[in-house]
């Protein structure tokens, strides 16, 4: 098919509208992805097509088994960082959940999770073919989980169904109001009930220390591309050696005619998963990481700070469980959505504003509630934010206690 | 969960065991994938976590309706490059066919496919929980998949179960002989019985011109990592607007107690696909995409001409039909493998002296049967490629004619 010649031409020298290295970038999703140096080195050296597979074992042929470069090591390396006993480094975080309904349940099933998690859990339930149950949560300000329903929920599940729900999900810190939940609370729950305990690492393992052992985890779900330094798209799964025969299954299709099988192949990794470049970034990033969790103290004392400087500003104030637990923060502006009333630009002032001071990351339009992440910012960088806040906030006449 | 600290230390500076530059590439799946310089560019402006998503749409928060980088756009210059009406970028070409098959049809139906489909074909329908019944092909040494049994195996299909199958799949180029089946015989005994036609072009979309209208195909999956100078994963799902309702169904699933519904998401595409780094590369590298495509002519020419300088030497002969319709070839080496009996290196002497002459890409181990793949290598690494065999040849004793 022939297009246009000077179409694709839109597609030389791709940017992003701002220099990474000029501006704080305060994106909830995107603090705990930027590549390290190492990663950024390893994307060039592996950038090519499938050049991660140079040395695929040619009679298994499975990503998991190559050794060079390491990445059966790096799954098992990845699997002990985490507390668990197996690792696949699969395409998203949202892709792992899918893996973990449809291998332990069967279409009609239930998935207890809480009520604030990522879309994605419910739509990787929905492609599953199963329902699911919603844990309630303490609305605002707080939104907190009620952990302790969810024996109610699972209790629920047995009575409409007559057995039990084919997983527990819990958001370990959910997108919305960065809200660390005890998972310790709900595995025990699960555990009574027998139940498989899946916990959603998105926003905490690789930024946070996440021992999947103590908090009793089956499976830990998680995102390369958010809290990994990797890039996109990677997820990971990970999981107790338990659930290894259904979550890492042996494909058993036979060719009527060929008698052709592909029995070394895992039927839920359709085979190979991420041959490529995420996979390279994420192992490249994988000392850092290693590291890094273990100052995860010192980005709660920034986030803490940041927030109880905002919240000097008239009309603001941090919503979700206080004090922070995460670097991933919502804050209602209710003195700043007055202004916007006003501003020609209406939502868009907070933006405008921001990025002239070479801030980016908060939602376009936003200034009644918007989220951040602070996560990786330096003390000095933390202060450049709360000067620029405290300067838009003086430039429109909000108060600053 | 604390590892010791000198282990992760093995994953920095992580290096193909070659330099790129310095050798010359025949993996059979790789040659297509290679990087241009733009999407090399590209993928280290783009190569952190989320960094595509920075402007993505709020209110639909979907990756194919992000106007900066111009995704929304490159999705439709990819339709109507494939001459197909819709598409969409996923993680894999089997991701592609899983989300065909599951959309298409229910467990239990059947997919007709031919008996030289590669593994990942076999596995997408298992997924789906479907069986598959094979077209058979002539066998050694052309492996001629016969076409018009597609017919007869869609009536085995009605006869067996009462109803069509879900779909019927034609693999364009095969992995194993690189042979070019002629898609309009099939997309006609498809359209005559009703049943949705995919045609896997994994090796030949992104090289060689396809036109999905003229091809009459449904649906075209193919792979970027494969054949569109895109890192990996990255696999096209494109196909006709009458099957766009099914493929791009979206998500109907509803919490039980909030309500939350996410009705702006694609349901097969669990909301977003490849947020990043790959599909940077896709689309930097469309614009010589679009033009090489159409030097595929010359191509064909230096694979041709390899195969039969290569079959001067004694023992060797090309498999799969001929001449030669795609750079992806299958050599029969008896007289390789003659040698390889008496080398104390055995099998991996071939790949030792290749490698000595800074050729690499032949399976080692591999000398009675190798795949080769030519595609984009110039005119003067063909014949420094025919040398080094001719060179090996008259070094063991193998006759040149």
New interface residues.
């Given amino acids: ?1 022939k ?1 246009p010649k000077e ?12 220099a ?1 290295e000029e501006y704080i970038n305060l ?1 909830p ?2 603090r ?4 390290t140096e ?18 695929c074992p ?1 009679k298994t042929a499975r990503l998991d088994m190559i050794t ?3 990445i059966q ?2 799954y098992k ?1 990845l699997a ?4 668990m006993d197996v690792a696949r480094v699969v ?2 975080c ?2 792992a959940k ?1 893996i973990a309904f ?1 291998m332990l349940g069967r279409p009609g099933d239930y998935v207890v999770l809480d ?1 604030t998690a990522h ?2 859990s ?6 599953a073919e199963m ?4 844990v ?1 949560n303490s609305g605002p300000p707080e939104f907190r989980v009620d952990l302790n329903e969810y024996a109610t929920k699972i209790e629920e599940v047995k009575k409409e169904c007559g057995r039990l729900p084919a997983a527990v999900l819990l958001t370990h810190v959910d997108y919305l109001y960065g809200n660390l939940n005890d998972a310790r609370i709900v595995s025990k729950i699960a555990r009574e009930y027998g139940v498989p305990f899946i916990l959603n690492c998105a926003y905490t393992a690789g930024v946070m ?5 103590e908090l009793g985890a089956d499976i830990i779900t998680s995102s ?3 809290s990994w ?5 990677t997820g990971i799964l990970a999981f107790n050696r338990s659930l290894e025969d259904k979550l890492t299954a042996r ?3 036979e ?4 008698k ?1 099988k ?1 029995g070394a ?1 895992e ?2 990794m ?2 190979c ?6 996979l ?2 994420l ?2 990033s ?2 850092e990481v ?1 590291s890094r969790v273990e100052r995860w103290g010192e980005e709660i004392e920034k986030v803490r700070y940041l927030v109880s400087e905002l919240e000097r500003i008239e009309g603001v104030r941090q919503l979700g469980m206080r004090p922070k637990l995460h670097t991933l923060t919502h804050m209602e502006t209710e003195g700043f959505y007055k202004i916007s009333l006003k501003h020609k630009r209406k939502g868009f002032f907070l933006y405008d504003e921001l990025r002239e001071r070479k801030i ?1 990351g908060i ?1 376009p ?2 200034t009644k509630h918007f989220k951040f992440n602070t996560y990786g910012l330096t003390w000095e960088q933390i202060r450049y934010v709360r000067d620029a806040f405290f300067d838009i906030a003086k430039k429109y006449g909000l108060g600053i206690s």
Avoid: N
């Fill in positions: 098919m297009i179409r694709p031409e839109k597609y030389k020298g791709l940017k992003r509208d701002f990474e994106q999703i995107q705990g992805g930027i590549l190492e990663a950024m080195r390893a994307i060039l050296e592996f950038g090519d097509g499938y050049s991660t597979c140079d040395w040619p060079s470069p390491p090591d790096f390396d002990e960082f985490l507390g395409t998203r949202r892709e899918f449809k009520s879309y994605s419910y739509i990787a339930a929905e492609l329902k699911v149950k919603e309630p220390p996440v021992d999947g052992r390369g591309h958010k330094a990797a890039s996109a798209p494909s058993k299709i060719g009527d005619l060929t052709r592909f192949k039927l839920a359709l085979g998963t991420v041959m490529g470049a995420p390279i970034t192992m490249a994988f000392p290693v980016v939602q339009g936003l």
